[in-house]
């Protein structure tokens, strides 16, 4: 149980879209906490990515770990019709012209779990539920107050959380 801590952004979900804005928030100082209902490492859908998931892999320092990792490098697709024919591969280098070209064909329950790892070593807080247990356990308080008086501030919320969730 954590007695209570102040943030600056609450991320509801731990899955790659969750993790990686923990991790561009705490970059820049933002006090981020994830909050995410399964206990990591879990099963999910989505294995095969694209060129472009290279730039925000970039942004959060994740590249290196990428090619260090042994997740098959992904060149190309081909597309495959009703009937079975297969059409010739698709080589992303004909396209774009950037290391980004090489891709990866990753294990979600790995990546996602390396990527929460990432957001945590940039100093985001993770909070995890356990389905497993009573609904009450996972319940969770929020005090959200913002700070209208002073203008001269951007308009952010201050969010208080009380207790629920355990933290890792
Ligand atoms: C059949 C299928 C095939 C796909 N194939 C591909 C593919 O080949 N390549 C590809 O790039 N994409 C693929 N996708 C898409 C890919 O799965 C998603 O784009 C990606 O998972 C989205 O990431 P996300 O972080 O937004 O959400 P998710 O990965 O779904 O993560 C959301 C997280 O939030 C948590 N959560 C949800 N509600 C709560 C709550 N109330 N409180 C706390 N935590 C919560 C969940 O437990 C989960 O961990 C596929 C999708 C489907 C359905």
Not at 68 to 94: D, E, I, W
Request: with cysteine.
């Amino acid at each position: 149980m954590n007695p209570g801590s102040d943030f600056d952004v609450i991320i509801i979900g731990g899955g790659p879209a969750g993790s990686t804005a923990a991790s561009v928030l705490a970059q820049k100082g933002r006090r981020v906490v994830v909050l995410e209902k399964e206990k990591f490492p879990r099963y999910h859908i989505g294995e095969s990515l694209i060129p472009y998931t290279y730039f925000p892999l970039e942004r959060i320092g994740m590249i290196e770990q990428m090619k260090a990792s042994h997740f098959t490098v992904k060149l190309s697709v081909q597309f495959v019709g009703q009937r079975g024919r297969a059409s010739q591969p698709f080589y992303f280098f004909n396209q774009l012209k950037h290391e980004a070209a090489s891709t990866w064909q990753v294990r979600r329950s790995e990546f996602d779990q390396m990527l929460l790892d990432n957001a945590r070593k940039k100093g985001a807080q993770q909070w995890r539920g356990d389905r497993n247990r009573g609904s009450g356990q996972n319940r969770l308080y929020a005090r959200i107050s913002r700070p209208d008086d002073d203008r001269r501030h951007r308009p952010r919320c201050a969010v208080r959380l009380t207790r629920g969730l355990e933290a890792p």
